[in-house]
């Protein structure tokens, strides 16, 4: 990607309609189910949205659910502009994003500092980019809902390791990552898969600042690839990808796989083409299991874990049901990588004897 193309995204992004507000619990009030109003202004939301802001109140889904299905529409109403009402002088702030064409807020993000625009993002990446010597290599973003966005960059002089015979992979790439209420830094690393000449991208956080103030930014400026975080983040990636290799996946194991993919967006016959968590269920209870979620953590399947991982960064990278900007690519790269990360379910040791 080079500069002309970075800056016609970036203006894409910051020109859209939508608008955003930081607002405390009890500046949110609830017309209905689907409605609410902020400030002047009345917005439609989704039922997820609405989930957002009942957490933020302080509303548990259970409680939501119980007055909805007991007092109706009006009973739910009631009960969370009671909790918005009530909720301290001092609570902590939402963000709502709403587009402004459709009259509706798309999403809720709760904030631990000050909210951070989208053009302190784009401003603080370019100063990243510069200080540091990295280009922009693409950018993603929220096609709808949440308010996402993803900025991959390569080093100018890029520096690739070796893990395996035929896995070759770039060590030191950074990404940024951005929601309104928070920016988040790490590295990535991009597998040069040599069978089919494709490439594979999975991204790990290491470092965020959650205010646009100077000292919070700042931080995060001074953070460059040979940086102690980000080296201790490679080890444990290569570690994890060789034990990996070894280690035969669960049947539970390949169900995270698909239901990161379910949870993306994914029906269960398109999942199952990707990772075949149940086929594998299927076939261990025809042969008279009793597959529970224990029963699941003991059962081999027929792939390791490094396959299943390959499977979904590849599905990430190079599908074609998402647009090239979609955010979900990014967010399914860095679920790969988390679940790549965790305690195996099977344990397979080297033996050199």
Sequence with gaps: M???????????????????????????????????????????????VAREIDLFAGIKSGQSELAHDSYGEQGLTNLRNFFGQAA???????????????????????????????????????????????????????????????????????????????????????????????????????????????TQLSRRAIAKAFSPETKDLGRLLNITASSSPLKENRDQMLTSARMAIETTASVYELGRAFKMLTQHGLDDQTASQVIPYLQARSEYENAGYHMNAKMERLAMSDRTMWEVFNLLTFFATHNTVWAPQDIRRSSLMEASMNLLLRERDIKEYFNIF
Aim: proline share 5%; aromatic share 12%; net charge negative.
């Design 2 to 48: 080079d500069t002309t193309e970075f800056n016609q995204i970036k203006q894409e992004v910051l020109s859209r309609p939508i608008c955003y507000r930081e607002l405390e619990a009890k500046e949110i009030i609830a017309l209905g189910e689907n409605h609410y109003t902020v400030g002047n202004a009345t917005f439609e939301v989704n039922p997820d």
């Design 88 to 198: 301290p002088k001092k609570s902590k702030r939402i963000v709502l994003a709403a587009d402004t064409q459709s009259k509706r807020i798309v999403d809720a993000t709760p904030i631990r500092d000050r909210m951070i625009t989208p053009e302190v993002f784009f401003d603080f990446a370019e100063m990243f980019m510069d200080k540091n010597r990295y280009l922009p290599e693409r950018v993603q973003y929220a096609q709808t809902g949440a308010e996402e966005i993803s900025i991959v960059m390569k080093p100018v002089t890029e520096r690739y390791l070796s893990f395996t015979k035929d896995d070759d992979f770039l060590a030191n790439g950074i990404f940024l990552f951005w929601t309104p209420g928070e920016i988040s830094l790490g590295n990535y690393y991009e597998r040069i898969v040599c069978s089919n000449g494709s």
